[in-house]
């Protein structure tokens, strides 16, 4: 099991990537940033960056609009 | 899984960069040194001064490639500095040498590639100043890319081959962004300032440069503003669940695709240029629809040029179950003909249509008009009504404000229905943001002391979807910054969109509670305003500036005996659900609240207790957010400012002390 942004349990699978985080949390916003235990991970990094069980991820997404 | 990282050696260096990278950049990320004249990192490369030219080799092949605009597709061995690179750099020296003996840039090249003979390739035209235009191109490639115009250009062939403009003339069309001097390496274009007489022009010009520059490289691929402005946002709100749909009861629709930005720019806007709104400005974010056909009202048949839409005119049309663009585009065009802000109406016509469907008004108050969610004929008969003052068009022109209030007293059962879902606060509508699931979002909304406007209000996203500002006190500091820094912008005419609209790339480094404000982005206002006046600000002096108007708002609203404790309460619809299709919508998220949150076991309630009791908590949560904000503004449990405040301020005057402590005398009677 991993912790999205404090709050959110998500179910851990082996070779879970960021980007299958993102994906299953249905963030798509384009002003993201990603820590995986508090490590910033970069974007290109999203689909190889494998995510460990009881990882605390945080989905950071900056305002804009209006 | 195919990666993105693709491994090159230079000069004997291993390395990794990710696909697509130049090779320039990758030289460069080694921190290995070779000449360029016409590259810029905020320009498009194109490689025609040749002097970034390596050496490759791949599958046993070599061949000069110029680096700046060469893609790193496959794994590649380069040489940055062999013998044969030397010479083509050293005779490409001689050659500018030999036309622009005196320009620093080109000595400096001259002397890095050992190219020391000015007369060797001696030019027929030998351009003697110091900053003399070397053609390098930049500025042409600047005016394109950073303000999508063409005013600069390449004229003449050979050695006559100059820069100018059309007809050789200053083009009516520059909206001097000075980007084209911004990138000069010459100094040959300079830039003479004559408007305002500010303090330092070349400050605000550097940082009004970045801007540019974001914009430029930045903007396609976050908030796409100059393709498509703030319409970006609708598919966004949509996908988080916050476009507001049907008066706010739902956050997304499955009609939404129909009115987003992808429709928008594909079928309707066909302007995307400048307009000057912010003199300068190269995010371009406002767009327009030509030749549109009108089907309705006075114009009906004219074909008319529509500006926008923008988001919260889509977002009024979801609001109002209107996902048919055409009607987008027309409600935009005559609420703009007509003076009618598209917000108060969509957010009006939505309160109607709700009324309507649950009976608590029929066709006997409507004139006829059949009024459901969707009515997007009747809604554009009403606004036509409004406009010639007829019909039921006149009782909407007024607003959620009077008509609950004018229903109330006729139908006084529907009485707490109407005031849980006409969503206006202090007498303005909300915009067109659903906020019932963000406690600091609602408290932004409706704390505003001008109503429930969307830029003092901008917690949703920290709030509802990060979950970074947790506690009471973290809300209560995000809804002190935010709404004065918003208000700062007001203040001094400042746009707000290049603050947040596009971000600098590095802004990752920064942790979540900084990231948010965009620490750059508020030091290019701090700077523009230093280059204005010549007063260096600071976060705490910049807040002030707007703390003293935001509290004497608060006292004028108090004198006008406005702004008390009541209108700092939202409707309910702004806070939960008040009808059952509401919760059934949600269930799963309210029945974990209950559980998690509230300690109640949701299991043997029925949806009526269960919304009773979300109700109770959430408004006990929204009066605790209130007071945590209260404190953290200097104000009193009333809403009301303290003097010691007023005195940090610098507006302790006799007849403002008289005005609150009148005012405090009157809540305490009241609450």
Same mark, same amino acid.
């Given at each position: 099991?991993?912790?999205?942004?404090?709050?959110?349990?998500?179910?851990?699978?082996?070779?879970?990537?960021?980007?299958?985080?993102?994906?299953?949390?249905?963030?798509?916003?384009?002003?993201?940033?990603?820590?995986?235990?508090?490590?910033?991970?970069?974007?290109?990094?999203?689909?190889?960056?494998?995510?460990?069980?009881?990882?605390?991820?945080?989905?950071?997404?900056?305002?804009?609009?209006? | 899984?195919?990666?993105?990282?693709?491994?090159?050696?230079?000069?004997?260096?291993?390395?990794?960069?990710?696909?697509?990278?130049?090779?320039?950049?990758?030289?460069?990320?080694? !921190?290995?040194?070779?000449?360029?004249?016409?590259?810029?990192?905020?320009?498009?490369?194109?490689?025609?001064?040749?002097?970034?030219?390596?050496?490759?080799?791949?599958?046993?092949?070599?061949?000069?490639?110029?680096?700046?605009?060469?893609?790193?597709?496959?794994?590649?061995?380069?040489? &940055?500095?062999?013998?044969?690179?030397?010479?083509?750099?050293?005779?490409?020296?001689?050659?500018?040498?030999?036309?622009?003996?005196?320009?620093?840039?080109?000595?400096?090249?001259?002397?890095?590639?050992?190219?020391?003979?000015?007369?060797?390739?001696?030019?027929?035209?030998?351009?003697?100043?110091?900053?003399?235009?070397?053609?390098?191109?930049?500025?042409?490639?600047?005016?394109?890319?950073?303000?999508? *115009?063409?005013?600069?250009? +390449?004229?003449?062939?050979?050695?006559?081959?100059?820069?100018?403009?059309?007809?050789? %003339?200053?083009?009516?069309?520059?909206?001097?962004?000075?980007?084209?001097?911004?990138?000069?390496?010459?100094?040959?274009?300079?830039?003479?300032?004559?408007?305002?007489?500010?303090?330092?022009?070349?400050?605000?010009? !550097?940082?009004?440069?970045?801007?540019?520059?974001?914009?430029?490289?930045?903007?396609?691929?976050?908030?796409?503003?100059?393709?498509?402005?703030?319409?970006?946002?609708? *598919?966004?709100?949509?996908?988080?669940?916050?476009?507001?749909?049907? !008066?706010?009861?739902?956050?997304?629709?499955?009609?939404?695709?129909?009115?987003?930005?992808?429709?928008?720019?594909?079928?309707?806007?066909?302007?995307?240029?400048?307009?000057?709104?912010?003199?300068?400005?190269?995010?371009?974010?406002?767009?327009?629809?030509?030749?549109?056909?009108?089907?309705?009202?006075?114009?009906?048949?004219?074909?008319?040029?529509?500006?926008?839409?923008?988001?919260?005119?889509?977002?009024?049309?979801?609001?109002?179950?209107?996902?048919?663009?055409?009607?987008?585009? @027309?409600?935009?065009?005559?609420?703009?003909?007509?003076?009618?802000?598209?917000?108060?109406?969509?957010?009006?016509?939505? +309160?109607?249509?709700?009324?309507?469907?649950?009976?608590?008004?029929?066709?006997?108050? &409507?004139?006829?008009?059949?009024?459901?969610?969707?009515?997007? !004929?009747?809604?554009?008969?009403?606004?036509?009504?409004?406009?010639?003052?007829?019909?039921?068009?006149?009782?909407?022109?007024?607003?959620?404000?009077?008509?609950?209030?004018?229903?109330?007293?006729?139908?006084?059962?529907?009485?707490?229905?109407?005031?849980?879902?006409?969503? %206006?606060?202090?007498?303005?509508?909300?915009?067109?943001?659903?906020?019932?699931?963000?406690?600091?979002?609602?408290?932004?909304?409706?704390?505003?002391?001008?109503?429930?406007?969307?830029?003092?209000?901008?917690?949703?996203?920290?709030?509802?979807?990060?979950?970074?500002?947790?506690? +009471?006190?973290?809300?209560? *500091?995000?809804?002190?910054?935010?709404?004065?820094?918003? &208000?700062?912008?007001?203040?001094?005419?400042?746009?707000?969109?290049?603050?947040?609209?596009?971000?600098?790339?590095?802004?990752?480094?920064?942790?979540?509670?900084?990231?948010?404000?965009?620490?750059?982005?508020?030091?290019?206002?701090?700077? +523009?305003?230093?280059?204005?006046?010549?007063?260096?600000?600071?976060?705490?002096?910049?807040?002030?500036?707007?703390?003293?108007?935001?509290?004497?708002?608060?006292?004028?609203?108090?004198?006008?005996?406005?702004?008390?404790?009541?209108?700092?309460?939202?409707?309910?619809?702004?806070?939960?659900?008040?009808?059952?299709?509401?919760?059934?919508?949600?269930?799963?998220?309210?029945?974990? @609240?209950?559980?998690?949150?509230?300690?109640?076991?949701?299991?043997?309630?029925?949806? @009526?207790?269960?919304?009773?009791?979300?109700?109770?908590?959430?408004?006990?949560?929204?009066?605790?957010?209130?007071?945590?904000?209260?404190?953290?503004?200097?104000?009193?449990?009333?809403?009301?400012?303290?003097?010691?405040?007023?005195?940090?301020?610098?507006?302790?005057?006799?007849?403002?002390?008289?005005?609150?402590?009148?005012?405090?005398?009157?809540?305490?009677?009241?609450?």
């Amino acid at each position: 099991m991993i912790t999205v942004n404090n709050r959110d349990q998500l179910e851990w699978s082996p070779n879970m990537t960021v980007q299958d985080v993102l994906n299953h949390m249905g963030h798509t916003y384009s002003l993201i940033t990603v820590t995986v235990n508090d490590k910033l991970v970069e974007d290109e990094d999203y689909d190889s960056f494998v995510v460990p069980d009881h990882a605390f991820v945080s989905v950071f997404h900056l305002a804009h609009g209006g | 899984m195919e990666t993105k990282k693709i491994p090159l050696t230079i000069n004997g260096i291993e390395t990794t960069v990710v696909k697509g990278t130049t090779l320039l950049n990758a030289i460069n990320k080694l !921190n290995i040194d070779i000449p360029t004249l016409c590259h810029h990192k905020d320009l498009t490369p194109n490689g025609s001064c040749r002097l970034c030219m390596c050496e490759i080799s791949m599958d046993g092949k070599k061949e000069l490639v110029t680096s700046c605009n060469y893609p790193i597709t496959h794994s590649i061995t380069v040489e &940055t500095e062999n013998e044969k690179v030397k010479k083509h750099r050293k005779n490409l020296s001689l050659m500018y040498l030999g036309r622009y003996p005196n320009v620093p840039v080109i000595k400096d090249l001259a002397k890095r590639c050992e190219a020391y003979d000015a007369n060797l390739f001696k030019s027929e035209i030998t351009e003697e100043s110091t900053n003399a235009c070397i053609l390098c191109g930049r500025c042409v490639r600047a005016c394109e890319e950073f303000i999508q *115009e063409k005013i600069l250009s +390449f004229a003449g062939r050979g050695i006559n081959r100059h820069l100018t403009m059309p007809f050789n %003339e200053v083009d009516p069309h520059c909206v001097g962004c000075t980007s084209c001097a911004y990138v000069c390496p010459t100094g040959a274009i300079q830039i003479v300032d004559q408007m305002n007489n500010p303090a330092n022009p070349e400050l605000i010009r !550097n940082h009004g440069m970045k801007v540019n520059a974001e914009m430029a490289n930045l903007d396609p691929y976050q908030c796409r503003m100059r393709e498509v402005g703030t319409a970006n946002i609708v *598919e966004v709100m949509d996908k988080y669940d916050l476009l507001p749909v049907h !008066n706010y009861k739902f956050g997304q629709h499955v009609d939404t695709p129909k009115i987003d930005s992808k429709v928008m720019k594909n079928h309707y806007f066909t302007q995307g240029h400048p307009d000057q709104c912010w003199h300068g400005c190269s995010m371009a974010c406002a767009k327009a629809v030509d030749g549109f056909k009108l089907k309705t009202g006075p114009y009906k048949g004219h074909k008319v040029c529509v500006d926008g839409p923008e988001y919260e005119t889509a977002g009024g049309c979801s609001n109002m179950g209107c996902f048919d663009i055409d009607f987008v585009v @027309e409600f935009n065009f005559y609420c703009d003909t007509y003076g009618i802000d598209t917000i108060s109406m969509g957010t009006t016509m939505a +309160f109607v249509m709700e009324a309507f469907e649950a009976g608590v008004i029929t066709t006997k108050d &409507t004139n006829g008009l059949k009024l459901n969610f969707g009515a997007c !004929n009747e809604v554009l008969t009403c606004l036509h009504q409004l406009s010639q003052g007829e019909g039921f068009g006149v009782e909407v022109g007024q607003g959620v404000k009077f008509l609950k209030e004018k229903w109330s007293k006729q139908k006084p059962q529907f009485k707490n229905f109407l005031y849980d879902i006409g969503m %206006e606060a202090k007498g303005l509508e909300y915009s067109e943001y659903m906020c019932k699931e963000s406690l600091a979002q609602q408290a932004g909304y409706t704390l505003a002391l001008k109503g429930p406007q969307h830029d003092e209000a901008w917690l949703i996203f920290m709030d509802m979807v990060n979950n970074q500002i947790p506690s +009471f006190e973290d809300k209560a *500091e995000a809804l002190y910054y935010f709404p004065l820094f918003r &208000t700062w912008f007001g203040l001094q005419g400042l746009c707000k969109i290049v603050w947040n609209d596009v971000s600098p790339a590095d802004n990752k480094k920064h942790p979540p509670q900084q990231a948010a404000k965009i620490p750059e982005h508020v030091d290019n206002y701090w700077k +523009f305003f230093e280059g204005m006046t010549g007063i260096k600000l600071d976060e705490e002096k910049m807040l002030n500036q707007s703390a003293r108007v935001h509290n004497l708002q608060k006292i004028i609203g108090l004198m006008l005996g406005r702004n008390k404790l009541i209108d700092d309460i939202p409707p309910y619809r702004a806070v939960g659900p008040v009808t059952k299709e509401e919760y059934t919508s949600r269930s799963e998220r309210y029945d974990k @609240e209950l559980k998690e949150k509230i300690g109640i076991d949701p299991t043997p309630l029925s949806i @009526e207790e269960k919304m009773q009791k979300i109700r109770e908590y959430r408004m006990h949560q929204y009066h605790k957010v209130m007071q945590a904000a209260f404190k953290r503004r200097g104000w009193d449990e009333f809403g009301i400012p303290k003097i010691e405040r007023l005195k940090e301020l610098g507006i302790d005057r006799p007849e403002f002390i008289q005005i609150l402590e009148k005012a405090r005398q009157e809540a305490r009677e009241q609450n």
